[in-house]
Protein backbone atom coordinates (compact mmCIF):
# COMPACT_ATOMS: atom_id res chain seq x y z
CA UNK A 1 0.00 0.00 0.00
CA UNK A 2 1.46 3.27 -0.57
CA UNK A 3 -0.58 5.52 1.48
CA UNK A 4 -2.97 8.21 0.74
CA UNK A 5 -2.76 9.14 -3.13
CA UNK A 6 -3.81 12.78 -4.79
CA UNK A 7 -3.69 14.49 -7.74
CA UNK A 8 -2.44 16.18 -9.82
CA UNK A 9 -0.22 17.68 -6.94
CA UNK A 10 -0.05 21.00 -8.06
CA UNK A 11 -3.08 22.95 -10.68
CA UNK A 12 -2.83 26.34 -11.86
CA UNK A 13 -5.89 27.77 -13.21
CA UNK A 14 -7.48 30.93 -14.23
CA UNK A 15 -10.60 32.63 -12.07
CA UNK A 16 -13.44 31.27 -13.42
CA UNK A 17 -12.73 27.72 -14.36
CA UNK A 18 -13.66 24.35 -12.96
CA UNK A 19 -11.09 22.21 -11.55
CA UNK A 20 -11.19 19.00 -9.61
CA UNK A 21 -8.79 16.90 -7.67
CA UNK A 22 -8.79 13.28 -6.91
CA UNK A 23 -7.68 11.08 -4.17
CA UNK A 24 -6.95 7.29 -3.44
CA UNK A 25 -6.99 6.79 0.30
CA UNK A 26 -5.91 3.62 1.89
CA UNK A 27 -7.41 0.64 0.73
CA UNK A 28 -8.98 -0.46 3.27
CA UNK A 29 -9.93 2.56 4.73
CA UNK A 30 -13.67 3.38 5.03
CA UNK A 31 -14.02 6.86 5.87
CA UNK A 32 -12.18 9.75 3.66
CA UNK A 33 -12.07 13.24 4.49
CA UNK A 34 -10.67 16.78 2.71
CA UNK A 35 -9.45 19.73 4.23
CA UNK A 36 -8.15 22.98 2.95
CA UNK A 37 -5.30 24.44 4.20
CA UNK A 38 -3.92 27.95 3.32
CA UNK A 39 -0.21 29.24 4.28
CA UNK A 40 0.51 29.71 7.46
CA UNK A 41 -2.89 28.12 9.16
CA UNK A 42 -3.94 24.64 9.83
CA UNK A 43 -6.07 22.31 8.05
CA UNK A 44 -9.76 22.90 8.03
CA UNK A 45 -11.98 20.42 7.71
CA UNK A 46 -14.39 20.83 4.29
CA UNK A 47 -16.25 17.05 4.59
CA UNK A 48 -16.14 13.65 4.56
CA UNK A 49 -17.50 10.03 3.51
CA UNK A 50 -18.12 6.75 5.43
CA UNK A 51 -18.28 4.54 2.32
CA UNK A 52 -20.00 6.41 -0.64
CA UNK A 53 -22.44 8.79 1.62
CA UNK A 54 -20.87 12.01 2.42
CA UNK A 55 -22.26 12.22 6.19
CA UNK A 56 -20.65 15.60 7.15
CA UNK A 57 -20.03 19.11 5.21
CA UNK A 58 -18.44 22.35 6.97
CA UNK A 59 -20.07 25.69 6.07
CA UNK A 60 -16.97 26.34 4.29
CA UNK A 61 -18.04 24.39 1.45
CA UNK A 62 -19.88 26.46 -0.92
CA UNK A 63 -22.01 26.04 -3.33
CA UNK A 64 -19.21 26.06 -5.87
CA UNK A 65 -17.59 22.95 -4.14
CA UNK A 66 -18.49 19.60 -4.64
CA UNK A 67 -17.26 16.09 -3.48
CA UNK A 68 -18.16 12.51 -4.40
CA UNK A 69 -17.08 9.46 -3.23
CA UNK A 70 -19.19 7.27 -5.80
CA UNK A 71 -17.61 3.20 -4.90
CA UNK A 72 -16.75 4.03 -1.57
CA UNK A 73 -13.38 4.01 -2.91
CA UNK A 74 -11.52 6.91 -4.72
CA UNK A 75 -12.70 10.74 -3.82
CA UNK A 76 -12.88 13.63 -6.24
CA UNK A 77 -13.60 17.46 -5.08
CA UNK A 78 -15.08 19.75 -7.61
CA UNK A 79 -14.74 23.48 -7.40
CA UNK A 80 -16.76 25.53 -9.78
CA UNK A 81 -16.01 28.88 -11.20
CA UNK A 82 -13.03 29.25 -9.16
CA UNK A 83 -12.01 32.36 -7.31
CA UNK A 84 -8.46 33.64 -6.15
CA UNK A 85 -10.05 32.87 -2.31
CA UNK A 86 -9.93 29.17 -3.45
CA UNK A 87 -6.37 29.14 -3.85
CA UNK A 88 -4.87 26.92 -1.36
CA UNK A 89 -3.42 23.35 -0.59
CA UNK A 90 -6.41 20.69 -0.56
CA UNK A 91 -5.42 17.90 1.43
CA UNK A 92 -7.32 14.23 1.58
CA UNK A 93 -7.01 11.92 4.21
CA UNK A 94 -8.43 8.58 5.36
CA UNK A 95 -8.87 6.31 8.02
CA UNK A 96 -11.28 3.44 9.28
CA UNK A 97 -14.53 3.65 11.22
CA UNK A 98 -13.27 4.37 15.41
CA UNK A 99 -10.18 5.37 14.81
CA UNK A 100 -8.84 8.50 15.28
CA UNK A 101 -5.92 8.22 13.10
CA UNK A 102 -5.54 10.09 9.99
CA UNK A 103 -3.27 9.36 7.39
CA UNK A 104 -2.83 12.37 4.81
CA UNK A 105 -1.94 12.77 1.56
CA UNK A 106 1.05 15.48 0.20
CA UNK A 107 -1.91 17.53 -1.07
CA UNK A 108 -3.55 19.27 -4.28
CA UNK A 109 -2.10 22.67 -4.15
CA UNK A 110 -4.38 25.10 -5.95
CA UNK A 111 -3.26 28.74 -7.83
CA UNK A 112 -6.46 30.74 -9.01
CA UNK A 113 -4.61 33.73 -11.24
CA UNK B 1 -13.72 30.15 15.66
CA UNK B 2 -10.65 28.65 16.45
CA UNK B 3 -11.55 25.67 18.09
CA UNK B 4 -7.60 24.83 19.24
CA UNK B 5 -5.56 27.41 19.98
CA UNK B 6 -1.59 27.12 19.58
CA UNK B 7 1.44 29.21 20.49
CA UNK B 8 3.63 30.21 19.52
CA UNK B 9 4.11 30.77 15.99
CA UNK B 10 7.65 30.17 15.10
CA UNK B 11 10.34 29.02 17.53
CA UNK B 12 14.18 28.59 16.94
CA UNK B 13 15.92 26.50 18.56
CA UNK B 14 19.83 25.70 19.54
CA UNK B 15 20.85 21.91 18.18
CA UNK B 16 20.14 20.11 21.35
CA UNK B 17 17.73 22.56 22.96
CA UNK B 18 14.46 21.71 23.93
CA UNK B 19 12.05 22.96 21.55
CA UNK B 20 8.31 23.58 23.74
CA UNK B 21 4.99 24.20 21.86
CA UNK B 22 1.69 25.02 23.77
CA UNK B 23 -2.28 23.78 22.92
CA UNK B 24 -5.45 24.81 24.72
CA UNK B 25 -8.96 23.50 24.12
CA UNK B 26 -12.62 24.80 25.02
CA UNK B 27 -14.76 21.77 24.04
CA UNK B 28 -14.88 19.24 26.66
CA UNK B 29 -16.17 16.55 24.01
CA UNK B 30 -12.38 16.54 22.68
CA UNK B 31 -10.82 13.09 23.46
CA UNK B 32 -8.40 12.37 21.26
CA UNK B 33 -5.26 14.57 20.98
CA UNK B 34 -2.63 14.07 18.06
CA UNK B 35 0.32 16.20 16.82
CA UNK B 36 1.15 16.29 13.24
CA UNK B 37 4.41 17.06 12.17
CA UNK B 38 4.67 18.93 8.10
CA UNK B 39 7.30 19.20 6.23
CA UNK B 40 7.24 21.49 3.21
CA UNK B 41 5.27 20.12 0.14
CA UNK B 42 4.28 17.43 2.31
CA UNK B 43 1.11 16.37 4.31
CA UNK B 44 0.50 16.14 7.76
CA UNK B 45 1.90 13.30 9.64
CA UNK B 46 0.89 11.80 12.56
CA UNK B 47 4.04 12.34 15.27
CA UNK B 48 2.44 11.10 18.77
CA UNK B 49 -1.10 11.57 20.65
CA UNK B 50 -2.53 11.70 24.15
CA UNK B 51 -6.12 10.70 25.48
CA UNK B 52 -6.96 12.79 28.36
CA UNK B 53 -7.28 10.32 30.65
CA UNK B 54 -3.35 10.07 30.92
CA UNK B 55 -1.14 12.90 32.00
CA UNK B 56 2.43 12.82 29.86
CA UNK B 57 3.37 10.25 27.05
CA UNK B 58 6.95 9.60 25.89
CA UNK B 59 8.26 8.47 22.36
CA UNK B 60 11.79 8.83 21.81
CA UNK B 61 12.56 12.14 22.24
CA UNK B 62 8.76 13.56 22.01
CA UNK B 63 6.64 14.11 24.64
CA UNK B 64 2.92 14.97 25.27
CA UNK B 65 2.23 16.80 28.65
CA UNK B 66 -1.79 17.02 29.27
CA UNK B 67 -3.42 19.15 31.89
CA UNK B 68 -6.89 18.07 31.64
CA UNK B 69 -8.58 20.36 34.42
CA UNK B 70 -6.74 23.86 32.51
CA UNK B 71 -7.60 22.28 28.82
CA UNK B 72 -3.93 22.42 28.11
CA UNK B 73 -1.41 20.57 26.37
CA UNK B 74 1.86 20.71 24.83
CA UNK B 75 4.80 18.71 23.01
CA UNK B 76 8.37 18.62 23.85
CA UNK B 77 10.49 18.11 21.69
CA UNK B 78 13.89 16.79 23.39
CA UNK B 79 17.60 17.25 21.96
CA UNK B 80 16.22 19.12 18.95
CA UNK B 81 17.72 18.21 16.00
CA UNK B 82 17.92 20.22 12.73
CA UNK B 83 15.51 17.37 11.23
CA UNK B 84 12.81 18.61 13.52
CA UNK B 85 12.75 22.01 11.54
CA UNK B 86 9.23 21.12 10.39
CA UNK B 87 5.62 22.67 11.45
CA UNK B 88 4.49 21.31 14.11
CA UNK B 89 0.24 21.44 14.32
CA UNK B 90 -1.64 19.90 17.56
CA UNK B 91 -4.80 19.07 16.98
CA UNK B 92 -7.85 17.75 18.68
CA UNK B 93 -10.42 14.76 17.83
CA UNK B 94 -14.37 15.23 18.89
CA UNK B 95 -16.32 11.97 20.93
CA UNK B 96 -19.65 13.60 19.87
CA UNK B 97 -20.76 15.71 17.83
CA UNK B 98 -18.25 16.33 14.19
CA UNK B 99 -16.49 13.40 13.26
CA UNK B 100 -13.38 15.17 12.66
CA UNK B 101 -10.44 16.66 13.74
CA UNK B 102 -9.66 20.24 14.79
CA UNK B 103 -6.23 21.97 14.20
CA UNK B 104 -4.15 24.45 15.76
CA UNK B 105 -3.02 26.85 13.19
CA UNK B 106 0.66 25.71 13.51
CA UNK B 107 3.88 26.29 15.01
CA UNK B 108 6.96 26.73 12.61
CA UNK B 109 10.03 25.10 14.10
CA UNK B 110 13.67 25.96 13.22
CA UNK B 111 16.35 24.24 15.06
CA UNK B 112 19.79 25.63 14.09
CA UNK B 113 22.95 23.93 14.06
Known amino acids: DTGVSQDPRHKITKRGQNVTFRCDPI?????LYWYRQTLGQGPEFLTY????????KSRLLSDRFSAERPKGSFSTLEIQRTEQGDSAMYLC???????????FGAGSRLTVL | QQQVKQSPQSLIVQKGGISIINCAYE??????FPWYQQFPGKGPALLIA?????SEKKEGRFTISFNKSAKQFSLHIMDSQPGDSATYFC????????????FGTGTRLTVIP
Open chain 1, 93 to 103: ASTVSGANVLT
Open chain 1, 27 to 31: SEHNR
Open chain 1, 49 to 56: FQNEAQLE
Open chain 2, 27 to 32: NTAFDY
Open chain 2, 50 to 54: IRPDV
Open chain 2, 91 to 102: AAWGRTGANNLF
